[in-house]
């Protein structure tokens, strides 16, 4: 750790703050007699996720928060506490308009630099998942006897199609996808700064699917003139991409959240679109398709 801190921060290091502590990386302030910053220490000797979307963020030319540098386990970014360029939003900013358009910005860009490398061979995206990867009719059952929801018609149903709408799911165009929206991972600039500009960061879930998908996650966190203005720059949406998402996102986030020792708040309104009968409506309205 000493190393990656010599070899990033040519300053003399005051004092090292630990922020956060998850399996497989540490996030750290590091204070210089001129400045701080934040370091992403990450416990592995294997390829690291994020430090490969940011390498290829750069590539694609996408905002990202600023990288004063980067080795095989660490990367040092800009401390938006500290910061003279981008703060971090607060929840006053998820109902702001300008948040909507600056967000819908970003991930226009974001949707049209996935399309663009998909079909660039000379991209190596191998690194990179798709949600819908987890599901099967094994994991549909496992998860359905964790939740004890396999004496539901519906979730027979959903084993019996999970192949079917995975196929359709596969067969629409897909783009990069950032997969976490929040508000404690968006960066905006200055407040009275114009235009706004917004930077999403923590790469941790970043993989490979359909737009619409992030369109529903940015949708669902953002409120009142914020969401209604993100619609708006976005622009349309791909309505099959609609259909077939509204299935297979409520079976990925319920095959998640059997993963967990308890059930998650998240997971609770997917649990209510199984037993209200929502669910199956969605399966067979994407099997239309």
Same mark, same amino acid.
């Given at each position: 750790?000493?190393?990656?801190?010599?070899?990033?921060?040519?300053?003399?290091?005051?004092?090292?703050?630990?922020?956060?502590?998850?399996?497989?990386?540490?996030?750290?302030?590091?204070?210089?007699?001129?400045?701080?910053?934040?370091?992403?220490?990450?416990?592995?000797?294997?390829?690291?996720?994020?430090?490969?979307?940011?390498?290829?963020?750069?590539?694609?030319?996408?905002?990202?928060?600023?990288?004063?540098?980067?080795?095989n386990r660490a990367l040092l970014l800009e401390d938006l506490h500290t910061s003279s360029t981008l703060r971090l939003a607060s929840p006053?900013?998820?109902?702001?308009?300008?948040?909507?358009?600056?967000?819908?910005?970003?991930? @226009?860009? %974001?949707?049209?630099?996935?399309?663009?490398?998909?079909?660039?061979?000379?991209?190596?995206?191998?690194?990179?998942?798709?949600?819908?990867?987890?599901?099967?009719?094994?994991?549909?059952?496992?998860?359905?006897?964790?939740?004890?929801?396999?004496?539901?018609?519906?979730?027979? %149903?959903?084993?019996?199609?999970?192949?079917?709408?995975?196929?359709?799911?596969?067969?629409?165009?897909?783009?990069?996808?950032?997969?976490?929206?929040?508000?404690?991972?968006?960066?905006?600039?200055?407040?009275?700064?114009?235009?706004?500009?917004?930077?999403?960061?923590?790469?941790? @879930?970043?993989?490979?699917?359909?737009?619409?998908?992030?369109?529903?996650?940015?949708?669902?966190?953002?409120?009142?003139?914020?969401?209604?203005?993100?619609?708006?720059?976005?622009?349309?949406?791909?309505?099959?991409?609609?259909?077939?998402?509204?299935?297979l996102s409520v079976l990925y986030n319920l095959v998640v959240a059997s993963s967990r020792q308890q059930l998650p708040d998240w997971a609770?309104?997917?649990?209510?679109?199984?037993?209200?009968?929502?669910?199956?409506?969605?399966?067979?309205?994407?099997?239309e398709l």
């Amino acid at each position: 750790m000493d190393n990656t801190i010599n070899e990033l921060v040519s300053d003399k290091v005051t004092n090292l703050v630990v922020l956060r502590q998850r399996p497989g990386h540490t996030v750290y302030r590091i204070f210089t007699s001129n400045r701080s910053y934040i370091l992403k220490w990450f416990n592995t000797e294997d390829k690291v996720l994020e430090l490969q979307v940011y390498t290829l963020l750069h590539d694609t030319q996408l905002p990202t928060l600023p990288v004063h540098g980067q080795t095989n386990r660490a990367l040092l970014l800009e401390d938006l506490h500290t910061s003279s360029t981008l703060r971090l939003a607060s929840p006053g900013d998820m109902e702001s308009e300008s948040t909507g358009i600056a967000l819908a910005a970003w991930y @226009c860009q %974001l949707h049209q630099a996935g399309r663009q490398a998909l079909l660039d061979k000379n991209h190596d995206l191998s690194f990179l998942s798709r949600e819908i990867d987890e599901l099967s009719p094994l994991s549909l059952q496992s998860a359905g006897e964790i939740l004890n929801l396999t004496h539901l018609p519906v979730w027979r %149903l959903a084993i019996e199609s999970i192949e079917t709408l995975t196929s359709i799911y596969r067969s629409l165009p897909h783009t990069f996808n950032y997969n976490d929206f929040a508000a404690e991972n968006l960066a905006l600039s200055p407040v009275n700064s114009t235009p706004v500009q917004a930077i999403v960061f923590d790469y941790d @879930c970043f993989g490979i699917g359909l737009a619409y998908s992030d369109w529903r996650n940015v949708t669902h966190s953002l409120k009142n003139r914020a969401r209604d203005a993100f619609a708006h720059a976005y622009g349309e949406i791909n309505q099959l991409e609609k259909i077939i998402d509204e299935p297979l996102s409520v079976l990925y986030n319920l095959v998640v959240a059997s993963s967990r020792q308890q059930l998650p708040d998240w997971a609770k309104p997917s649990i209510n679109t199984v037993t209200t009968g929502s669910l199956e409506n969605y399966i067979r309205h994407a099997l239309e398709l």
